[in-house]
């Protein structure tokens, strides 16, 4: 019996869980949660944290893509495919769907709770695989479903302003915002993460910064165009028929969904000086209108915008100071000048650095030899099967799933995209044939 270990117990170990079983392999999913299934994204109890996406987008099976809409319905039966749900009703949908991998095909799936933090070849064609309590898996296939990585430190916060507990370098850690004092807060950074934790702080002061300033734009009733996009080999052309379609429809955001399956194939088409090109200018614009925020959530921001409790500036931090009453003083270069401010709490809303430096395990597996960081160093080098690349050589058995393909694709952090890789994964073991009896023979 071949066996599978799935590093990673949120959507995209979920996804892969399933996946694999149904192809006949024993899968150990190894995460540290206490909640397995739920991940950083659906960890959240919280009423007013709502999904990004539309019910209708958040099936887990490629073959039922209601599935998600029906658990919603047995719930609440006036839920409707273009409803924007709880994530928190997501992870418990998740939590239901690692469980029935179980009753599908008893014994197949074994939930550790643990941290992956080696991995090896092994003598045979296989893995072996380290986990910090000591124990010690042999496997045939090993799947990185990290997610993202913690974000980096803004180069303001030096060690003195690290160390202190006004400062929250990770806010998706558990429980990392019960603790804020009452005061004016400051978020370093305007995208979804810096949303979710203003909602959080629905009391207090809120300043946003970032660089331009730009906050995720609202979902809206949109139909997702039919489009046929360019063969682009410029970002130029890429933008400039992007624009010429949302004139022509008056619908730009049914011609950014309508560009999402075409996507990974249009970046592959970009000379790499020209993906260079769009991570540098255009990135930060094509984020904000395709990461949108559910309706409820933007009205929300929109009301404390206009009450004056959240405010959003184009600037840099370019300073940050402890003070001896624990706030942190904040130095901030804008449009309008530099101005300076004490505030109680400064929160790291950065977004998730960068793979090949933050996150341990993956350190580890470039330092050995069996990872590389990929194009543009946004996740690691991989095939077109996720077949992850080292330095030297080719690990046959180690894949990466969702976040970590960035750079090799642009799409690959959501829902609908990560369920088709694991599919597609589980197909390409399946035709690779890694077999554990045949790996037994070469032990
Ligand atoms: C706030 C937020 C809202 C979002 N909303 C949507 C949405 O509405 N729709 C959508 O499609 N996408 C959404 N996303 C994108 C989301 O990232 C994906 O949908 C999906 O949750 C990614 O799951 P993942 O398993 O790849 O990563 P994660 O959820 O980050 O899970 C990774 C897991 O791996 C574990 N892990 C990491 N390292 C190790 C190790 N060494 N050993 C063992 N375990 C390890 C971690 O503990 C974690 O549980 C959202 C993301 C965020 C942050």
Redesign the pocket.
């Known amino acids: 019996m071949a066996v599978a270990v799935v590093?990673?117990?949120?959507?995209?170990?979920v996804v892969a869980a399933r996946e694999l079983v149904r192809t006949g392999w024993s899968v150990i999913m190894?995460?540290?949660?206490a909640r397995p299934g739920r991940?950083?994204?659906?960890s959240t109890a919280a009423r007013w944290?709502l999904?990004?996406?539309p019910v209708s987008?958040?099936s887990v099976d490629p073959d039922r893509p209601e599935d998600f809409l029906e658990w919603c319905r047995r719930r609440d039966p006036h839920t409707e495919g273009s409803d924007f749900v709880a994530?928190g009703w997501y992870g418990d949908y998740l939590t239901e769907a690692l469980r029935a991998v179980d009753e599908v095909a008893p014994g197949k799936l074994t939930v550790h709770r643990?941290?992956?933090?080696r991995i090896f070849e092994a003598s045979h064609a296989g893995l072996t695989v380290l986990l910090t309590d000591g124990v010690v898996l042999a496997a045939d296939a090993v799947v990185l479903?990290?997610?993202?990585p913690a974000p980096r430190h803004p180069i303001a916060a030096g060690d003195d302003v690290r160390r202190l507990s006004a400062y929250i370098h990770d806010p998706?850690q558990e429980d990392v915002l019960a603790g804020v004092a009452d005061g004016p807060v400051l978020l370093i950074g305007t995208g979804?993460?810096a949303v979710?934790v203003a909602l959080s702080l629905a009391d207090r002061e809120i300043t946003a910064v970032s660089r331009h300033g730009l906050l995720p734009r609202a979902h809206a009733p949109s139909v997702r165009r039919e489009v046929a996009p360019p063969p682009a080999t410029s970002v130029a052309t890429l933008l400039h028929w992007v624009r010429d379609q949302a004139a022509t429809t008056g619908d730009w955001r049914g011609v950014m969904d309508g560009l999402r399956p075409h996507w990974d194939r249009m970046w592959r088409r970009l000379p790499e000086h020209e993906q260079r090109r769009f991570l540098r200018h255009v990135a930060r614009y094509w984020e904000v209108h395709r990461h949108r925020m559910a309706p409820q959530v933007a009205a929300s921001i929109e009301a404390r915008r206009r009450d004056g409790s959240f405010r959003v500036r184009a600037g840099e931090v370019c300073g940050l100071r402890p003070l001896p009453d624990g706030r942190i003083e904040a130095v901030i270069r804008g449009h309008g000048g530099i101005d300076t401010k004490a505030y109680a709490a400064v929160i790291n809303c950065t977004g998730p650095g960068r793979l090949t430096d933050r996150?341990?395990?993956v350190r580890s597996l470039v330092a050995d030899g069996l990872a590389a960081p990929g194009p543009h160093e946004l996740g690691l080098a991989v095939d077109e099967h996720g077949t992850v690349s080292g330095r030297s050589h080719r690990a046959p058995a180690l894949f990466a799933?969702?976040?970590a393909r960035r750079g090799r694709l642009w799409e690959t952090?959501?829902?609908?995209e990560?369920r088709e890789q694991a599919r597609a994964l589980a197909l390409h073991l399946l035709t690779m044939g890694i077999d554990r009896e045949a790996a037994d023979q070469t032990r």
Not at 30 to 33: K, M
Request: hydrophobic share 40%; net charge negative.
């Open positions: 590093v990673g117990g949120g959507f995209s170990g190894a995460d540290p949660q991940g950083v994204a659906y944290h999904l990004n996406s987008a958040m994530r643990g941290t992956v933090s479903a990290v997610g993202n998706w979804l993460t979710d996150d341990p395990l799933l969702g976040s952090t959501a829902a609908p990560i």
